[in-house]
């Protein structure tokens, strides 16, 4: 079971949390003795924006972007039920049950360990992770679990288009009730930069490429040369993150373990919330699998990205997603594990 499960996940996707774990050290490292590495790519600045993190969070994001295919929105129609689960419990729920279950850990239960104003910061990082469900790393964990391909797309597809209209008002609101004052102007910016110019360029780019080469040039050879771009872009932010949080970090090492501690709670929850409803509404399996990994799973590269443009690279709230991309994998993998072996639960 063990070769057939790690079949659809790449090299690098299977040990992320091993290189972001490197990253993190070289990170911390080059803060502490180069210092003037990251002093100099601070003054590349707009409007409250890191130019080269801007640049390193497109790589990212844009190859995910390539990969949903939004004619398959017209095939919603079909077998709505999986859907409906799915956006209630992206949507509906767990923003708030992210707050909640932070809000507690953070403020009652680690309040020995944690000032009042960093758990306000870390709070508002883990309200980003909450509020952004996952439309890129939900086709790795689909495939591993033997989801239907097509029936991922359409809930990937669905959800980006949601997350441009609900992500700004669900992230103000929390964010609010938080005492975190942001401005509608920064958030709405954010979005534009780190989702809907991606997303515009995702889509331009699959429309031309397979107007001339089609569709399977497409699908089996142009996109697999993007592979490992996101996860490049990734690794290369987070170096450039920790080289600006060496001093946070090394201030406060045994928070990483306590930020993650409710997101870890927060993913098995809602991964149950969605996959045990599958079941009472009779779905199959490889519906309701990826039902409940898209749920589970984050759009971690959005969060970093929109906390590092709300926060700036050195703010805790950063930290906070960047725990999230620490134990999304290892968690997501648990998971995968327990969807294999409860496929007797669904009919066939």
């Not at 930069?193 to 399977?216: A, C, D, K, M, N």
């Not at 805790?316 to 072996?341: C, F, H, Q, S």
């Amino acid at each position: 079971m063990k070769n057939q499960n790690m079949e659809g996940i790449g090299f690098f996707q299977k040990y992320l949390s091993i290189w972001v774990a490197l990253c993190m050290v070289v990170g911390v490292l080059i803060g502490k003795f180069l210092p003037g590495i990251p002093e100099f790519l601070n003054r590349f600045e707009y409007a409250k924006v890191s130019i080269p993190t801007a640049i390193l969070i497109w790589i990212m994001i844009y190859p995910m972007m390539m990969k949903v295919d939004f004619q398959s929105i017209k095939n919603v129609g079909k077998n709505p039920k999986g859907l409906f689960v799915t956006w209630i419990a992206n949507w509906l729920i767990k923003p708030f049950t992210m707050y909640a279950i932070a809000s507690f850990f953070l403020y009652v239960v680690f309040k020995n360990y944690i000032t009042p104003e960093l758990a306000k910061e870390y709070l508002a990082g883990a309200i980003l992770l909450g509020a952004a469900p996952c439309t890129a790393m939900v086709f790795v964990w689909s495939t591993l679990t033997k989801g239907n391909p097509a029936y991922t797309v359409v809930q990937v597809a669905t959800n980006d288009l949601i997350i441009l209209v609900a992500f700004v008002p669900i992230v103000k609101f929390l964010l609010g009730i938080s005492k975190v004052s942001v401005p509608w102007d920064t958030l709405i910016l954010s979005v534009v930069l780190f989702v809907v110019i991606p997303l515009g360029g995702g889509i331009l780019t699959r429309i031309l490429i397979t107007r001339h080469r089609g569709v399977e040039y497409f699908e089996k050879q142009f996109l697999p040369k993007f592979d490992n771009v996101t996860i490049t872009g990734l690794l290369l932010t987070l170096i450039l993150l920790f080289a600006f949080q060496g001093e946070v970090f090394l201030a406060n090492p045994l928070h990483i373990l306590l930020i993650a501690v409710p997101l870890t709670i927060q993913t098995f929850f809602i991964f149950f919330l969605s996959y045990l409803p599958c079941r009472l509404l009779k779905l199959p399996h490889n519906i309701a699998a990826p039902a409940g990994m898209i749920g589970a799973s984050n759009f971690f590269e959005l969060s970093v990205a929109v906390a590092i443009a709300l926060f700036g690279t050195t703010s805790p709230a950063a930290l906070a997603t960047v725990v999230g991309v620490l134990t999304e994998v290892p968690v997501m993998l648990i998971l995968v594990k327990i969807a294999n072996k409860t496929t007797h639960w669904f009919p066939k």
